[in-house]
C-alpha cells in the first residue's frame, strides 16, 4: 500500500525542519526563536499525517530568553537518535549558545542543557558514526575573516558524546557549492555506501535560498563538489510561483530503504509572507552516488505518494497541524503542546477553572513590549482564516484590556482589544500605533471575531442579530516577513494586559473560549456581505 501526502506536512511557523526515523516511527522538530515551550516535536507513522507530542524544551532552566527579541532565541535544531537516546541539539543565541538535550522519549522530558565549551557559530547537527564516533558539525565567520556578510564556513569536530565535550581538531571542509557564497548554514552530516555526505542551505533565507550537497570518502573531507549543485531550489522559478524560499533540508530513510527529505518553504500572497517558513517533503532517489531530489520533476509537488502504509489519526486533535481549532476553557484541564507563549511566562500567567473558563493574568508587559507577556497562541497556517474568543468583560478592571491579536513580531501586529467596555481596533506598524475604529460593548460577555483573508482583516462582535461589522479591509501585508523582516511566522491568540502601572494588585482577564477556523475561499466579499 502507500499513502498520499499533502505540502506543507506542516502548515505555518515550523521552519528549519530536522528529521529522524526510529523503525517505523519518524520524528520532526523545527526552531521556535522566542516562542515558550521550545521545539515541537513532531511524530509520524507514515510521513503524511502528523502530530505534535510534546516539545524539547519546556522548563525555564532549560530556555532562558528574558527581554529576547521574538526572532532571536532558538535557531536550527537537529534531533538524531543512537542507543536508545534521542539527542537535540540547537544555538540558544539569546542565552548560552550551543547546547545538546537527551531523553529516552522523543516526546520527552529532555535533560537540562549541555553547553558545548568551543562550539562558535550556529546551525549545529550531530552524526554517529558506524565505529561508536560522534561528530559535531556547526558554522562559524571565515576563520581567516569575513570578506563579506555571511561568509561562513562548515566545519566537523569529534565530540565525547558522553561528556559533552568537542576533542581533537576543528576542521573547516566547506564553505557552500557557489563561489561567494552567503550564509551556508543547516549543515548534516549522512553516511551512505563508501561517502561521507554533508547536505546543508545556502543563498541566505529568502529567494535565493537552496539545497547542495558534497561528498568525501573521510569524515574531514576533502569533500568534492557535486557539479548538480544546488540540488534543489526555487529560485529559478521566479516571485510568482507559489512556493519559494526553498531550503534548511534533512534526509531520512524509511525501514524499505526510501530516502525523503524535509524541508523548508513558504506561500506568499502577492509577494508577502505571513505564515512564515513552513516544513515540506520531497522524495530523494540516488544516482551516481549523488542524493537527486523529486526526479523528473526538480520541484515541490502538491501531493507525494510515499511508499508507507496510511496511519491516520483515529481521533480530530488540536495537536495536528493544519486543522481547526476550539478551546472551550470551561471544560479542558489543561492546554495540548500546540499552545505557544512568549518569553519566559510567569508560573501565574493563566489559571483553567472548570465550568468558569480561563483567568489570564493582566500583565504589566504590554503585548508590544519585549518583557514576558501574558499571551496564549497558536500558529497562522493559511491565508483565509477566522479567530474568535468570548471575554467576560463585565469583571475587566478599569485601565486593563484583552481581546485577539494576531502577531508577528511586538512591532508589527493586529489586536481587537476590549478595555473600559470599548472595543479597538489597533494596528501596531513599526512600533507605531494606529487606531482604526471603535465600538461601545457595555457589561456583558462580548464574543471578538476577526477574519482574514489573504492580506486583508476584518473585525466583528457577535450581537443576538449575529455578527456585525466594525471595521474592515485592513491591510496587514506588514504582517509579513518582507516588511516586518525576522524569522518567525504569525502566530494568532488571546492575550491581556494592564495600562495601570502604579496598581499593586494583580488583576484578570476572563476568557469562556477560543477559536481558529480555516476558510477555503478568497472571496472576501463573500465573508463581508453575508455578515454586515
Known sequence: MSVFAHNPILPGFFPDPSACAVGDDYYIVNSTFTYFPGLPVLHSKDLAHWNQIGNVLTRESQLPLKDAEVSRGLFAPTIRYNKGTFYVICTNVSFGGNFIVTADKAEGPYSEPHYIEGADGIDPSLFFDDDGKCYYIGTHPNPDGCKYDGDWYIYIQELDIKNFKLVGEKHNVWNGAMRGVHWPEGPHLYKKGDYYYILHAEGGTGPEHAVSVTRSKEVFGPYEQNFCNPIFTHRNLGKSYPVQYVGHADLIETPKGDWYMVMLAVRPTNGFTTMGRETFLAAVSWENDWPVVNPGLGRLSDTLKINLDPCEPECASSSEPGTDKYYDFTKIKEFGPEILKLRN??????????????????????????????????RQDCHNFELGCTINTENLCTGASAGLIIF?????????????????????????????????????ATTLIIRVVGLKAFFFVMTQKGPVLVAGNIDISDLSTEVAGGFVGCTCGIYAQDYDLVREIDIYAGFKDFYYNRMPTTDEKQYLESDS
Open 345 to 378: 511566562p510567569e508560573a501565574d500567567m493563566y489559571e483553567l477553572i472548570e465550568n468558569r473558563g480561563l483567568k489570564l493574568k493582566c500583565s504589566k508587559n504590554l503585548i508590544t513590549s519585549l518583557g514576558d507577556v501574558s499571551y496564549l497562541a497558536i
Open 408 to 444: 508577528q513580531n511586538n512591532r508589527y501586529n493586529i489586536r481587537f482589544e476590549v478595555s473600559n467596555w470599548i472595543g479597538y481596533v489597533l494596528l501596531t506598524k513599526g512600533g507605531e500605533e494606529i487606531k482604526y475604529e471603535t465600538c461601545p460593548l457595555g457589561n456583558i
